[in-house]
């Protein structure tokens, strides 16, 4: 049996940019371990797989995978799966649908070449000392924007939010894949553990995720789910309402635009991201 696929660039703006993924419709007639072994095999960053399609309602079920476990929530993989679904899928095209994943409803709209989505309420975790990450990498404490906590945030899924001085810092990185990772089973509240850097340098908001992942260093191209976190980070430090564009992937040659639009009222957070997608591919997967 077949199940037709597409690949997609998300947060770019040409193709071969942005974040690959790979969505599968009709995945229904799959069982978890053979989602996962497709994303094992697909090796993006995730992978997404259709389980239910309402076409009245303008409704979809995914779920989404790395290469090694199920996402909760992914921001890249939502933006992309709905894309498809409007412009591929869904016959009447529609303009605003909503996804489910395991934490709950999202509803995505487009408003001209974007597709954005809104976030849950995030939840703000532990605050660190620099002197944590100068165990692990090559920073300097000169390196660190005082301006602002180290924090983990979670939306769904959790991120430590590093800020960092200066674009130049943030390009020279370095991370040694060991001490990181005891780091982050250590430290971490979530099952899902990752860094997220950035700086935000004349008005230029740039950033890098990384995590570990079949005991390697992962550097992400586009990760929507922790511009989710940085934004709610950016609301609570940095001003009650936002708007700019995010910018990942530069250092790893997948130039990715992340677009933030949001605010926060009496502690209630408004957290919109927003991005481009670019077709790619499609095909049928034997299963």
């Known amino acids: 049996m077949n199940i037709p696929f597409y690949i997609v660039d998300v947060f770019a703006e040409k193709k071969y940019a942005g974040n690959q993924l790979a969505v599968f419709l009709g995945a229904d007639i799959l069982i978890d371990g053979e989602m996962q ?14 389980t239910k399609l309402d076409t009245e309602n303008d409704v979809a079920e995914i779920r989404i995978f790395t290469p090694e476990h199920e996402m909760k929530f992914a921001g890249h993989p939502i933006i992309g799966t709905s894309w498809v679904l409007m412009n591929k899928v869904f016959k009447n095209q529609p303009t605003e649908i909503t996804l489910l994943v395991p934490i ?9 070449d974007l597709i954005w989505l809104k976030a849950a309420q995030p939840e703000f975790f532990d605050i660190f000392l620099e002197a944590d990450f100068l165990s692990f990498s090559n920073l300097r404490s000169a390196d660190f924007d005082k301006n602002f906590p180290i924090q983990e945030v979670s939306t769904g899924s959790a991120f430590v939010i590093i800020p960092i001085t200066n674009k130049r810092a943030l390009e020279n990185l370095l991370l040694d894949l060991v001490k990181m990772n005891e780091w982050l089973h250590g430290h971490c509240k979530t099952s899902h553990r990752a860094l997220y850097f950035y700086c935000l340098e004349d008005t230029v908001l740039i950033s ?10 992962i550097e992400d191209a586009a990760t929507g789910s922790a511009s989710t976190c940085l934004q709610a980070f950016l609301l609570k430090y940095y001003s009650a309402e936002i708007q700019i564009i995010n910018h990942q992937g530069d250092f790893i040659n997948r130039s990715s635009q992340i677009y933030f639009d949001g605010k926060v009222t009496k502690n209630h957070f408004d957290i919109r991201i927003g991005g481009k997608t670019q077709f790619v591919a499609k095909g049928e997967w034997e299963v």
Do not use: D, H, W
């Open 104 to 112: 709950g409803e999202i509803p995505i709209y487009q408003k001209g």
């Open 37 to 50: 072994k497709i994303a094992r095999e697909i090796n993006f960053a995730e992978s997404t797989f259709i």
């Open 208 to 217: 890098r995720m990384f995590c570990v992942e079949n005991n390697q260093l």
